[in-house]
């Protein structure tokens, strides 16, 4: 019933075991899936940026170039303007203003002026430059130089750069002022900066002109990245821990990872480069993840109920089993004590059968004992008439050879007894070394009277060396004198009677005792109690139990066969007695 109890814990057992490892599987599948997600539609998302911020770049660098060379023309068209030219002849500037800023609205420029040979403003669409001096700027000097257009860049007092396009005028091959236009690119810093995270403008030097960031506007790239604030230890640990699957970041710009695009404009080795952050991948990767994890969460969830639930229906049957196995536990209790009572019981039955079984062997040897005995008495009775007759006839030397003839026979006796006394003893608990050889030989002197009584042939083949194990002497002569009395018994039928006895050493002893009789009709049957082939009356067929077990005690096998040529096989195997054995005992 123990069992039964058992075996229902056990079957609650392997589910628990089973959820959890689903469980499990279902968090390594989530962390799996989400990392590959992440890793897949960063790169994706990163790609489409990357690609979103190319067309944007080659449109703001074509809107930045569109706005140049329209603005180049403007120089060119207002140097051959007549009105101009005759202002300048003339020195009558009161239109040239107003013919100025009739053209400003339509060519789109920042502003146009005009000056004279001297560099001094006589007409501007900025009335609070009129009369200003330009006599030593650069756009004034180069245009004066030159007969094409000049393009001039020039920083601001009040920061960032103004951007001229200037162009000597011309009138009866005689040089009589420049026209000055100045482009309004500004108002590219300020789209962009509405769109892109940033950009910037560098010149053929690598100065920045324009820039969405006004403190870049004069640097190089280099020294306006360097000049970002520097983001501390627990910063950069955050910033670190915000992009851990995106792809490695250009440049960082205000802690935050950029990725940089960059692009050539076609005019005198301007570049543009963008910086974009990657917010927006983040954003769209992170709705997709939060979903996936939203969707494992509810699938761990439903496990953790259906675990829950089982875990809760295992307690309830567990609850009503546990007084049914407390009842089961004390049965189990008493039943066990029981048993250990009956194998006790057996051990002791055990012990009487083997007793009795030597004692049996016993009778039916007294006969032939006390035959044996018998003549050493009569030949006794006859010595000690015939010593005292020679002692009559005063012959003490020849009554004294009587006497010691009587003496032999009496240590004759005396071994008889000594050999049927330890047979019949219980043996001894404690295990010696036994050679194999003397008790063979032991075994056989005790059976002598039976021996010479039958006409049975016995072969004995024994090594030379002594054959040692370890062992109880007593109880192995009485497995051996088990062995070659069934030997007899075996063939008292056989025409020719022979018993062969056969005592080998090899990685274990072994005595082989075989004979000639019919053979042995049931093999698995042999050993088992109660079982015998012989007549009623002539054994209980306790003998090679007994035998199989004190065998079996000892570390060693009996096993029987039937001959090739007919008769019964029965083998004793003992483990022999070496230093290592010895050593173990």
Known sequence: MREDGSSTKRRGGPLTWRGRLALAAIVAVAVGVVWVTNAFLSERFTETTRNRAEVRLALYSGNLVSELRR?????????????????????DFTQSTQRLMSFVDEIGAASLMLLDKEGRAVAATDRERLGSTHRSEPYFVEALRTSGTVFTTLPREEGGYRFTYSRRVEG????????????NLAKFERTWSGISDAVMVTDSQGTIVLSTEPRWRGLTEAEALEREPPLTAIQRAVQEAVDWATIPADAYLEGQAVMRMETRIPFRGWRMASFTTYASVRDQVNAVLALEIMAFAILLAGGFYLLSRKTALRMALFQRESAELRDLNARLQREIAERERMQKSLAVAEQSLEQSSKLAV???????????????????????????????????????????????????????TRQLKAYAGKGADALAPVDLAEALTSALSMMEPQLRQGRVRINRVLPEAPVMVMGDRVRIEQVIVNLIRNAFDAVKSAPDPEVDILLARGETAVLTVRDNGDGIEDLTALFEPFYTTKAPGDGVGLGLAISSGIVADLGGRLTARNAEGGGAVFEMQLPVLNEETRAAE
Do not use: C
């Open 71 to 91: 603005n180049a023309i403007v120089p060119q068209l207002l140097a051959r303007d007549p009105a101009l030219i005759g202002a300048l002849n003339s020195g």
């Open 362 to 416: 016993l009778g039916e040897m007294s006969a032939a004992v006390s035959h044996e005995l018998n003549q050493p008495l009569a030949a006794m009775k006859t010595y000690l008439a015939g010593a005292r007759l020679l002692l009559r006839r005063n012959r003490p030397e020849e009554a004294l050879t009587a006497f010691h003839r009587i003496d032999g026979l009496i240590e004759r006796m005396g071994a008889i």
């Open 172 to 183: 009866q091959s005689r040089t009589l002022g420049a026209i000055l236009v100045e482009v």
